[in-house]
């Protein structure tokens, strides 16, 4: 048992072969779903005029701000580092 789960659920988690979200998404069976489904919900905003633009927009997270990254560490120049093992210690060490 992995975690509660047993079965095909179990060996699904433990597949150590393949991506196990690669196989959930390759799945065949999930586009014949949400093929359907994704163009229902867009039909269901279009449909709602500009009561579904604004709905839309609080779903997808418009309220939150742009995405983007001001101040964060892919925005600052990073250390550069040299790493090995040694005699069982690790060594870090700074590039000029």
Not at 9 to 22: S, V
Not at 26 to 41: F, G, H, Q, T, Y
Not at 60 to 67: E, K, R, S, T, Y
Not at 69 to 76: D, E, L, R, S, Y
Request: glycine share 12%; charged share 25%; no cysteine.
């Amino acid at each position: 048992m992995l975690l509660g789960y047993t079965g095909s659920a179990a060996r699904l988690l433990m597949d150590g072969n393949r991506n196990t979200l690669t196989r959930v998404v390759d799945n065949p069976a999930i586009d014949r779903v949400a093929e359907p489904l994704s163009k229902a919900v867009r039909d269901a905003y279009g449909a709602a005029g500009p009561a579904g633009r604004q709905a839309k927009n609080a779903l997808h997270g418009v309220w939150l701000g742009h995405g983007r990254v001001i101040n964060g560490p892919a925005t600052q120049n990073q250390p550069v580092l040299d790493v090995r093992e040694r005699d069982g210690q690790i060594e870090v060490r700074g590039r000029a």
